[in-house]
């Protein structure tokens, strides 16, 4: 007879060690601190990092440490309007999402994130169809064409391009009853359709690489399967995992060896923007390695991370893995970077209405780079991110006509995105660290 194994065994330290979180508005003047005591647990970083990044907070620094079996975390956040964290519905999020019997809900169907415009509890029932492939000029104008002429309603999705590649994450309904589309013989014709638009004049599948389209069975965070998605592309292309000399827009990404303490050190200077640790926490965390330990600071245009890693066996970094790992997160940090120009839209959604304001772009020569697509109640509110076709500026009188046409329908808000700031030339081989915490120097005082 097999011996009785409680399944809530499993659980039990986190019982008798609930985590702790505090929301502190009274030790800076001009931050909120978030700071989380737990158990430590496999992707335990990830989760933390991904409620905050999913209620739009800037993470100004942030404090790391995981050694020992207890995980312990300080973030210095502001607002999504620059301003401490007063409001009480966020703090309840934080602290209920974070504290004791939480499981990180935000990735549950059903979750109330008050921040996530994009993902599984922003909309009904639904069904999730998620594409990559080669991109092109128009090609997201084809996609939504296909889904109304095949009666599905896009009531949320979110795109990505980088470099040549797109993946997309697109949750439909039925037009007619509101249901999710359950009916495998209509899920087949809806994939070939929308496989045979992404092939677009490309003819068959590129080694791997080419066009692929499924229905998705689980429920993964939505940017966290956009990165993987994208990542898995970058394993079919073994030139994208070649590291460059020098970015363009002044990322700096290095992994070093820490002899004191048997860590790879991954550090990372780039221009600062939301979401950044998310990226870099979530690339990490997909190709199985653990931080540690971690510093992250800002100085207003740019962000330096500071992060020691192992891999999940416990083991450095070798020189390949190391390589690859520098590509990764570079290409994970410039997926989210953008040109050109962001158009808001808000309005009465209809079934089409995708279809027909990506025909207009297209018909104007501009391609989206990004999409953020969601709907609530009876609005939508799509943002896309728009450069010129031909790589030139955009014309303003092109943004004029698309104001004249596209107004007529819905609220339109259009806004330059910032042009990059070129990086200040550093001395030494090394990154500049002004006023910034390492726990390299705290580790050499510790040097046994």
Same mark, same amino acid.
């Given at each position: ?249 002044? &990322?700096?990404?290095? /992994?070093?060896?820490?002899? *004191?303490? #048997?860590?790879? +050190?991954?550090? !990372? =200077? ?98 989206? &780079?990004?999409?953020? /697509?969601?709907?609530?109640? *009876?609005? #939508?509110?799509? +943002?896309?991110? !728009? =450069? ?61």
């Amino acid at each position: 007879m097999r011996p009785y194994f409680d399944p809530e065994y499993e659980n039990f330290n986190q019982r008798i060690n609930p985590p702790r979180v505090c929301i502190d508005n009274t030790t800076c003047i001009d931050c909120t601190l978030v700071k989380v005591d737990s158990m430590n647990k496999n992707g335990i970083l990830l989760e933390v990092v991904q409620v905050l990044s999913d209620l739009d907070l800037t993470i100004l620094k942030a404090y790391i440490t995981s050694d020992g079996g207890w995980f312990m975390d300080v973030f210095h956040v502001l607002d999504k309007k620059g301003q401490k964290v007063t409001d009480e519905k966020t703090i309840e999020y934080i602290e209920k999402a974070l504290g004791p019997g939480s499981n990180i809900p935000s990735a549950k169907k059903g979750s109330t994130s008050p921040g996530r415009s994009v993902g599984m509890h922003s909309i009904g029932d639904h069904t999730a169809i998620e594409l990559k492939g080669p991109d092109r000029t128009g090609l997201l104008s084809e996609i939504f064409a296909v889904l109304a002429d095949l009666e599905c309603n896009v009531m949320a999705a979110e795109v990505w391009t980088h470099k040549t590649r797109v993946a997309c994450v697109v949750y439909v309904n039925d037009v007619a009853t509101g249901q999710a589309i359950d009916d495998p013989c209509r899920q087949s014709r809806i994939e070939e359709r929308l496989r045979h638009v992404l092939r677009g004049h490309g003819g068959d599948d590129d080694g791997g690489r080419g066009a692929h389209t499924n229905f998705a069975v689980e429920s993964t965070h939505i940017d966290r399967r956009l990165h993987q998605l994208m990542h898995a592309d970058m394993e079919f292309d073994e030139g994208a995992l070649q590291v460059d000399a020098a970015a363009a827009d002044g &990322t700096a990404v290095t /992994v070093e060896h820490c002899e *004191e303490k #048997a860590y790879s +050190v991954v550090n !990372v =200077r780039c221009r600062d923007r939301p979401k950044l640790l998310f990226d870099i926490v979530c690339t990490l965390t997909d190709m199985q390695y653990v931080v540690f330990h971690a510093a992250v600071t800002s100085d207003g245009i740019y962000g330096i991370q500071e992060l020691y890693i192992r891999r999940k066996d416990g083991r450095t970094l070798l020189k390949d893995e190391a390589e690859k790992v520098i590509k990764c997160l570079e290409a994970a940090i410039s997926r989210r970077v953008s040109e050109g120009f962001t158009l808001e839209l808000c309005g009465r959604d209809r079934v089409g209405l995708l279809s027909d304001v990506t025909r207009v772009l297209r018909e104007h020569g501009l391609t989206v &780079t990004r999409a953020d /697509v969601t709907t609530v109640g *009876e609005q #939508a509110m799509n +943002v896309f991110y !728009v =450069r010129d076709a031909s790589g030139q500026p955009v014309d303003m009188k092109t943004i004029e006509g698309l104001r004249g046409q596209v107004g007529q329908t819905v609220m339109l808000n259009v806004k330059k995105v910032p042009d990059a700031v070129k990086a200040p030339e550093q001395t030494g081989g090394s990154m500049a660290k002004t006023n910034f915490f390492s726990f390299g120097g705290l580790f050499s005082k510790l040097r046994v």
